[in-house]
Nanobody, 119 residues
Framework: QVQLVESGGGLVQPGGSLRLSCAAS???????MGWYRQAPGKERELVAS???????SYADSVKGRFTIYRDNIKNTMYLQMNSLKPEDTAVYYC??????????????WGQGTQVTVSS
C-alpha cells in the first residue's frame, strides 16, 4: 500500500500563491493522480488531475489559476496555486484513483494539508 503525504499548505492572503507537494512512498509511475480538497461542511471534490501520460484536467473553479505536475523520478506530485481566493480554503489531499468496472479505488487518504486564504 502506497503512503501519500501532502505538504506545503498555509495561510495566504487573497491573490497569493502556494505550492503543494504530494510525496509517495513508492513509485507512482503508470498511475493517474489527482489533487482533491474538502472545505468545512462540504464534500471532497477533485480539483486537478494528471494522467500517467501527463495529460491534465482541472475543475472549472481553478482553471487558469492552478497547475498540476509530477516528477516520477522523485515520486512527487505538485499543485501550484496562484491567484488564490477565500473560496479555495480547504484541506487538500492527493491520491491515485484506479477505475475498474466495480468502482473507483483509492490508496489510504493522508492527513492532507490545510490551505487558508484570508486577509
Amino acid at each position: 500500500q502506497v503512503q501519500l503525504v501532502e505538504s506545503g499548505g498555509g495561510l495566504v492572503q487573497p491573490g497569493g500563491s502556494l505550492r503543494l507537494s504530494c510525496a509517495a512512498s513508492g513509485s507512482m509511475f503508470g498511475f493517474n493522480m489527482g489533487w482533491y480538497r474538502q472545505a468545512p461542511g462540504k464534500e471532497r471534490e477533485l480539483v486537478a488531475s494528471i494522467t500517467s501520460g501527463e495529460r491534465t484536467s482541472y475543475a472549472d473553479s481553478v482553471k487558469g489559476r492552478f497547475t498540476i505536475y509530477r516528477d516520477n523520478i522523485k515520486n512527487t506530485m505538485y499543485l501550484q496555486m496562484n491567484s488564490l481566493k477565500p473560496e479555495d480554503t480547504a484541506v487538500y489531499y492527493c491520491n491515485a484513483p484506479r477505475v475498474y468496472p466495480s468502482g473507483t479505488y483509492y490508496f489510504n487518504w493522508g492527513q492532507g494539508t490545510q490551505v487558508t486564504v484570508s486577509s
